[in-house]
């Protein structure tokens, strides 16, 4: 089994910077890829960002594209996501989430951080 953790999140202001981590155990990330997505209250879940194994490719959706950035450190077992430039609708909270094995979907997830922002 693998456990994610996710911290990082808080209350902040328009345009602050902030940066989420997520912790694995159970098993080394170094062969999984993982992703970043958020769920805003009312809202159905949102992809945020993902990273191949390596940490070589990268992928963002289009509302955070040049604002976040996701990387790893696979020595860490770690994940993170680099949010600046934050806006209020950023608020959400936020998961992280791996694809371990032969899967097409993402096979565990973290419990969530929340993030707001405020005006």
């Known amino acids: 089994q693998v456990q994610l953790v996710e911290s990082g999140g808080g209350l902040m202001q328009a345009g602050d910077s902030l940066r989420l981590s997520c912790a694995a155990s159970g098993r080394p990330l170094s062969s999984a890829f993982m992703g970043w997505f958020r769920q805003a209250p009312g809202k159905e879940r949102e992809f945020i960002a993902d990273?191949?194994?390596?940490?070589?490719?990268?992928y963002y959706a289009d509302s955070v594209k040049g604002r976040f950035t996701i990387f790893r450190d696979n020595a860490k077992n770690t994940v993170y996501l680099q949010m600046s430039s934050l806006k209020p609708e950023d608020t959400a909270v936020y998961y992280c989430a791996a694809k371990i094995g032969r899967v097409l979907e993402y096979n565990y997830w973290g419990q969530g951080t929340q993030v707001t922002v405020s005006t």
């Open positions: 990273i191949s194994w390596s940490g070589g490719s990268t």
